[in-house]
């Protein structure tokens, strides 16, 4: 390691922030933006699980705050993908590359939504469990990138905020309704164990000791665990891990999950991933004439 | 119309000061507009907004000193050792540290 990349590395690792303009080793640039764009895939494809449920929402109030759920998410990508542009990839190519299965996307966004059920518990646990990783985003080394991760912070708040509400209404319900959480978590659990990532440890991970993330990935889990299990115990359901317990130094033992698993279904072998791929290539198919019109109306 | 990026920049509140929030790409100025509004002010998160486009602004980011002129800076003056000084002369008795007008400027705004 050359002098400059390391006075750059004990920059970053004691707190030190950077800018789109300064200069940046190769490989802090190469990991940044593959891990910024795999966040902005990540919001991408993941209004395509909640958008089937639009037509299906149970009352208007429940479609418009769907609704504006989708735009915020969609938003986000918006948002991230202007950080991805700025470090030298052009958003195109990231959606070519989205779209020909070249880079990923999280591992929750592979998975069918069966009921109403399941997006009441993306809406809570899905987005709970992605706050405690943008939460941490927030001491990113890359300023752009924590700059805006206060603004998706934000409003992913109000998306846990949906999500317990709809959550809360069917579990003080029918003993059907009741019943339809239950198993929305039942199948999201596992998914949820997964999103963190593999416990390796902080000072292995690159993307920590650069600095993208400012905590391991056992730890963000830890917190996840911390933060819902009580949440949803509370409710009366039940956490499908037989093995799940807090131990009295406060960490969380679980069933490990099938790490082949998720870089299975990571790699586009998930039970949704390719027809959400396919429905990605249908719409930008679909809305390319868009662009052309805009660009020949401001021209 | 080759697409611009455009740098936005977010008030809070009125009376506070605009920050910089993040950019967006558009084919003018108009798309730039509704795009901000979406983005920034959809939520009423935002009092105003500014909107540059990215190549209008001029940074610095030098700012020599070859003369090390020290008389504008904080640590050009060392008024401790001779505000003692004075006040022994005079037979004030000792205080910790200077008050009102005397305080030490801070390093910055």
């Not at chain 1, 993306?122 to 080394?141: G, N």
């Not at chain 1, 390719?274 to 004439?289: C, D, H, M, P």
């Not at chain 2, 730039?32 to 920034?40: F, L, M, N, S």
Request: hydrophobic share 40%; net charge negative; proline share 6%.
């Amino acid at each position: 390691m050359d002098s400059r990349t390391q006075e750059f590395l004990e920059h970053v690792q004691s707190g030190g922030q950077v800018e789109s303009t300064d200069w940046l080793p190769d490989e802090y640039r190469r990991r940044l933006v593959k891990f910024v764009e795999m966040h902005a895939n990540s919001e991408l494809m993941g209004v395509l699980p909640e958008r089937d449920w639009i037509l299906r929402a149970p009352t208007l109030q429940r479609k418009l705050a769907l609704t504006a759920k989708i735009q915020d998410e969609v938003g986000h990508a918006q948002l991230i993908y202007r950080v991805v542009e700025d470090l030298g990839k052009p958003r195109e190519q990231c959606l070519d590359d989205l779209i020909s299965g070249k880079s990923k996307f999280h591992n929750v966004f592979h998975y069918p939504t069966r009921t109403w059920g399941d997006v009441g518990v993306i809406a809570w646990l899905v987005d709970a469990a992605a706050i405690v990783s943008q939460k941490a985003l927030l001491k990113c080394s890359y300023a752009p990138y924590a700059r805006i991760m206060k603004k998706i912070c934000w409003e992913e708040s109000f998306h846990i905020l949906h999500g317990r509400d709809v959550i809360l209404a069917l579990v003080t319900g029918t003993p059907a309704q009741f019943e339809l959480v239950q198993e929305a978590l039942d199948r999201w659990w596992e998914p949820l164990m997964m999103f963190h990532g593999t416990p390796i440890p902080a000072d292995e991970d690159p993307m920590y000791v650069w600095r993208i993330k400012s905590q391991g990935n056992e730890d963000a889990r830890q917190q996840f665990l911390e933060g819902y299990v009580p949440q949803i115990r509370e409710l009366g359901l039940t956490v499908p891990d037989p093995n799940l317990r807090r131990r009295e130094d406060g960490v969380w033992e679980y069933t490990e999950p099938d790490w082949d698993r998720l870089m299975a279904v990571v790699s586009g072998h998930g039970p949704a991933s390719q027809e959400r791929l396919g429905f990605r290539r249908l719409s930008r198919a679909g809305v390319e004439w868009v662009s052309r019109v805009v660009l020949a109306e401001a021209a | 119309m080759t697409p611009r990026v455009f740098e936005v920049f977010r008030r809070e509140r009125h009376g506070q000061p605009f920050q910089h929030a993040g950019s967006l790409v558009a084919p003018d100025q108009r798309f730039a507009e509704i795009y901000a509004r979406e983005q920034y002010g959809r939520r009423q998160e935002s009092d105003a907004l500014w909107l540059v486009p990215r190549e209008d602004i001029h940074e610095i980011v030098e700012f020599p000193d070859e003369f090390d002129l020290k008389y504008r800076r904080v640590d050009g003056y060392s008024i401790k050792a001779r505000l003692k000084q004075a006040r022994e002369r005079s037979g004030s008795p000792p205080r910790g540290e200077p008050l009102g007008l005397e305080e030490t400027p801070e390093a910055g705004p």
